[in-house]
Structures are given as structure tokens and as C-alpha cells.
């Protein structure tokens, strides 16, 4: 099969040293692999003729350990035609529930039923509706709040939307959480679409409910699929990234998965991770160069 493998790395020379590591080991594996090229700084690709996870077996063993995020997939329908993203600890910074959990003193008990939730010990929805409930009596005015004072982009966020939108991707922005925040974060980021739930609100408070039905896991993957849908192409035309366990879905059904700082059980099931880069790397993972990139 004609493959293709992407090397992204916050240090450059590093991923230089790692692209040619790969190939050595590569072709003493037998593999036809053509020499690294350059994509930006710390990003390299190798066309490659393999089976594929016989390739990413060579390349993780000889790159283990190394701060290295390593892509392999096919070379044909690389660059998608769809981006569905998480938004919590994925596009943003935080966990934006936590946030204001930290506003009415209850950020360590809700942080601890997110991470459950996240890890997928705890189905989503119960734990949503729980931690929503602690918030009953919360004023309205900490939304704007938290987003202000907490809420920042990840690093690349920014670059990686706008430059798949300005290439003819639809960027849809999908989250476990709220539209108050995945409306704003969509605008700052470039996203041109946003799904999230709704906080329930009367006299200037959150009355502890949110509306029904709860996005979700399978909630994710029926947006991928629509928004496939609507634009006339496959899921394997889709890129999806999140970091939770209700982002695997998606992450499973989409042409490139990828896990993002993502907890083990997403880590372990998704195409490729990005543990060390920012988020420009899903750019390069699709073939981008960073003269392509869009950057203001």
C-alpha cells in the first residue's frame, strides 16, 4: 500500500535526526521508503510502500521515547475534506465546566467526575447531569467570566482551522459542553459550525438542568456523519481530534483519527496522537507545508 509517514517535533533537529532514524530502520525492514522531506520546522514526510502496521511497528519501536508525534496512513485522500473537533482540553486550554465549578467552590469534586467521565469510567451524560446540578444557583454572569479570565486557545488552534478553511475544509467545532463557550471559541478560532449543550437558565442563574438531548459520544459521531453527509463525501474525508472518551467515536469512524493530550483509552484506539507538537501538526499530517499555513 502506498503510505505515507509524518514526523512532527517542537524541536527541529530532533525530528531531522528522527526522520532519518526512521527511514534506516525502515529499509532494514525491507521497505521501499524514499528520503525525508521537509514539510516546516520539526516536520517531515516519507512516502513509503508498506503494510501498514508493520511500518508503524518498525517506526514506534525505533522512536519510542522520543518526543516525536509519528502519522502513518495512506497516501491517497490525505488532505480532508471535513475537520470535526473537541473543544475542552483540545481547541481550548481547559475544561471550561471545571472553570466554572472554580467560580461556586466546587472545582475539585466536578474536576474529578470529569476526569472519570473523560477516562470513560463514568457514562457521559449521568455525569454531565450531575455535575450541571452542583452548579444549581451559580449566577449567569460566571460564564462570561470564565471565559474571559480562563479561556485561551491551544497553541496552532488558530492556524490549523483557518488554514484547513482557507484550503475548502468545513471546520466543525463538536463539544460535550456549552454553546455559551463553543460559540465564542468557534468565532476566535475560524470554526464555521458549532454543536454543543445548553445550560438551563432563569433570573440570571443556571437552574442546574441542561437541555435535552445531551450531546455525547454517539451524539459526535451522528455530527460527523451529517456533516459528511451534507457535503457529499465519506467519513474517511473527515479529520477528528479530541482528547476524552466521548470523542472516540468520531476519532474511530474518521478517515485520520487523532488523539490530542488525550487520555489511554483514546491514546490507545486512535490512528495517530499528538503528544509533543502543537496543533499545526494535524496540518502536516495531512500534507501541509508551513508556507501553505495561515498564520494571521
Known amino acids: ?13 530532533l525530528a531531522g535526526a528522527a526522520a532519518d532514524r526512521a527511514q534506516a530502520a525502515l529499509a532494514g525492514a525491507g521497505v521501499a521508503v524514499k528520503p525525508p522531506r521537509a514539510l516546516g520546522p520539526g516536520a ?24 516525536v508525534d509519528i502519522c502513518i496512513q495512506p ?15 483540545t481547541i481550548i486550554n481547559v475544561e471550561c465546566l471545571d ?33 450541571v446540578g452542583m452548579l444549581k444557583g ?10 474571559d479570565q480562563r479561556v485561551r486557545l491551544n497553541p496552532g488552534a488558530r492556524t490549523m482551522v483557518r488554514t484547513m478553511a482557507a484550503h475548502g475544509a468545513r471546520c466543525v467545532l463538536v463539544s460535550g459542553g456549552f454553546t455559551f463557550f463553543t460559540s465564542r471559541v468557534a468565532e476566535a478560532a475560524g470554526f464555521q459550525a458549532n ?18 438531548p445531551i450531546l455525547g459520544r454517539e451524539a459526535k459521531l451522528a455530527a460527523l456523519q451529517e456533516e459528511a453527509a451534507a457535503l457529499g463525501v465519506e467519513a474517511s474525508s473527515a479529520l477528528a481530534v479530541g482528547d476524552g472518551a466521548n470523542d472516540l467515536a468520531m476519532i474511530q469512524a474518521a478517515g485520520l483519527g487523532v488523539a490530542y493530550r488525550a487520555k489511554p483509552i483514546v491514546a490507545a484506539q ?3 496522537k499528538i503528544d509533543h507538537a502543537d496543533l499545526t501538526a494535524l496540518l502536516y499530517f495531512q500534507g501541509y507545508r508551513a508556507d501553505e499555513f495561515v498564520t494571521d
Do not use: C, W
Request: glycine share 8%; net charge negative; charged share 25%.
Open 1 to 13: 500500500m502506498e503510505l505515507v509517514l509524518t514526523l512532527v517535533s517542537p524541536d527541529a533537529g
Open 44 to 67: 517531515y514526510e516519507l512516502p513509503l510502500l508498506a503494510d501498514r502496521e508493520a511500518a508503524e511497528s518498525v517506526v514506534h519501536t525505533e522512536l519510542d521515547g522520543q518526543p
Open 75 to 89: 497516501a491517497a485522500g490525505r488532505r480532508k475534506r471535513l475537520l470535526v473537533a473537541d473543544m475542552d482540553s
Open 99 to 131: 472553570e466554572l465549578a472554580d467560580f461556586a467552590g466546587l472545582k475539585a469534586e466536578i474536576s474529578a467526575i470529569t476526569e472519570r467521565a473523560m477516562r470513560g469510567e463514568l457514562a457521559f451524560e449521568g455525569a454531565l447531569r450531575e455535575r
Open 138 to 147: 451559580l449566577p449567569a454572569t460566571a460564564l462570561q467570566q470564565a471565559y
Open 195 to 212: 454543536r454543543a449543550n445548553t445550560l438551563i437558565e432563569t433570573a440570571g442563574a443556571l437552574t442546574g438542568e441542561v437541555g435535552e
Open 270 to 272: 486512535a490512528h495517530a
